[in-house]
């Protein structure tokens, strides 16, 4: 009975002294399974979502990338050639006349009559291109007629870009001369006030003359998709006329800058 006793004793001695090493195994276990990330549905979605918005800024991006001419309409790729064309050659007849001019002050006989006619011309370019000078030659008679009073300042300014980007030379809408400064706004009083060319109002219908090569002008301004069509959908007429002395009579009040100055 007494060894008996002793077994059961040591025993149970041993089962009280295995639950203290079978606890920290336990709590190992626990803290584990803790660890371990458990994904929910709120948790999955949203997963989800964020791949698709990725999916979709990164198709955005390579498309903007790869977007080029192959994108454009016919219209668009039509007017695009046409002003490549026009810019090519008006670059290369500057680089003949500058060429030409470049012989006369190197290889002439009289260097310094040369050198100030080259000077009087570039002074009479200069004029014309700042609208100081009156000028004339052959060009069009642009007249927008506007009954719903719906051409706005910034439909002016797109006529007469088109007319820059086809090689006109002087432009002058209504009693205005166009220069690179000139700015377009819509006159205060809502549609039919007219539109503030310069400062100055102008009033429908609105004249637009420009000196150029005529046939070039007058098809810049026929493009389809664009200035004729705009203002047929704004319920405006556009009628233009070609002739071989357009006269641009108004010209630009040049101010003294207040803050340039010639570089040194």
Do not use: K, N
Request: proline share 5%; glycine share 14%.
């Amino acid at each position: 009975m007494s060894v008996g006793g002793e077994a059961a004793r040591d025993g149970g001695a041993g089962g009280a002294g295995g639950r203290p090493a079978r606890r920290p195994a336990r709590a190992w276990r626990a803290l584990g399974r803790a660890a371990v990330p458990r994904a929910t549905r709120g948790q999955l979605l949203a997963a989800l979502l964020c791949a698709v918005l990725g999916f979709g800024v990164v198709a955005q991006v390579r498309q903007t990338q790869v977007a080029g001419l192959e994108d454009l309409r016919e219209a668009d790729l039509v007017r695009i050639l046409d002003d490549t064309t026009g810019r090519a050659d008006r670059l290369a007849e500057e680089v003949r006349a500058l060429e030409q001019t470049r012989r006369e002050l190197t290889e002439g006989g009289d260097s310094a009559r040369a050198a100030e006619r080259a000077a009087q011309e570039r002074a009479t370019a200069y004029g014309l291109l700042a609208g100081t000078l009156p000028a004339s030659g052959p060009g069009i008679v642009a007249t927008v007629t506007d009954p719903a009073g719906a051409v706005t300042g910034t439909t002016l300014l797109s006529a007469v870009q088109e007319l820059r980007d086809a090689g006109a030379e002087a432009v002058q809408v209504g009693s205005t001369r166009v220069v690179a400064s000139t700015a377009f706004a819509d006159a205060p009083g809502g549609a039919g006030a007219g539109v503030l060319v310069g400062g100055a109002l102008e009033q429908p219908p609105y004249v637009v003359r420009a000196v150029g090569a005529p046939d070039t002008l007058a098809t810049a301004l026929d493009i389809p998709g664009g200035v004729r069509e705009t203002l047929r959908q704004l319920g405006a007429e556009l009628d233009v006329s070609t002739g071989d002395e357009v006269v641009i009579s108004a010209l630009h009040a040049v101010s003294e800058p207040q803050y340039a100055r010639p570089a040194r």
